[in-house]
């Protein structure tokens, strides 16, 4: 953190995983010159190796993209925390969702479905 205190950083103290004893390396593979963690075609591989609870919902029924790698874990969580509860992109639920889903934005689930 001496070096990466940008924006996307600046959750990391009050993240879930510094309060985990996550560190840098545990995700990170610094001396790679490919980091596993940073390509969408692996991120998620690295994420399920410690949260199994999530890979099993991944065979789950869902309309999100995400066993053809196409939607990963880090398009909607921070792993490097937020200032959400579950260390979500934005600061609700709600508008995590609305950064896809802007078409929804305003509309009340009745209306949703008709
Ligand atoms: C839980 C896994 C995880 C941990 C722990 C983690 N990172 Fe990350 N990091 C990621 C993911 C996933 C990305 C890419 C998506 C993003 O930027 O949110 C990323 C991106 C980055 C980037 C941007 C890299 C680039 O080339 O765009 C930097 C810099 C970074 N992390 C530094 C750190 C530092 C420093 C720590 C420890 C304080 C840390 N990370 C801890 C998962 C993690
Ligand atoms: C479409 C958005 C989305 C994606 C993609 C997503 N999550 Fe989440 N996740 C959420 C939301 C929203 C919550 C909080 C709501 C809740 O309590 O279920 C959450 C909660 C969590 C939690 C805490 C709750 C619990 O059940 O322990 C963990 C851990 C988690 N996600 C990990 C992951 C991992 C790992 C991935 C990738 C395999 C992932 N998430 C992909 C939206 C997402
Ligand atoms: C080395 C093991 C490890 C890896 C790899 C890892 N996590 Fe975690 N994660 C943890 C621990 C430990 C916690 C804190 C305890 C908890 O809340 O389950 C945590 C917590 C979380 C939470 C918050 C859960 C909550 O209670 O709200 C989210 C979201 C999350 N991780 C997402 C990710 C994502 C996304 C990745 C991949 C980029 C990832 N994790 C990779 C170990 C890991
Ligand atoms: C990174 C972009 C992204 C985010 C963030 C996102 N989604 Fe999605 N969502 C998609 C894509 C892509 C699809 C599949 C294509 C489609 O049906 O539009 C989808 C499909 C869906 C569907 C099925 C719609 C249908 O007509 O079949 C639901 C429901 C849904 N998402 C709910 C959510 C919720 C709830 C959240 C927030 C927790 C969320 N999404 C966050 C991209 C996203």
Redesign the pocket.
Known sequence: MSCHTDDKRMSWESS??AS?D?ACA??HNVHASHDP?LSKQT?MD??T???TKQKADMNKRSSHPMKWNQMT??DC?N?HGSLS???LVQPTVNETCYSCHAEKRGQSCGSMHP
């Open positions: 879930h995983h985990g996550v545990s995700c963690v991120e690295v994420c190796s410690c949260h874990c880090s969580h792993p509860d579950d260390d």
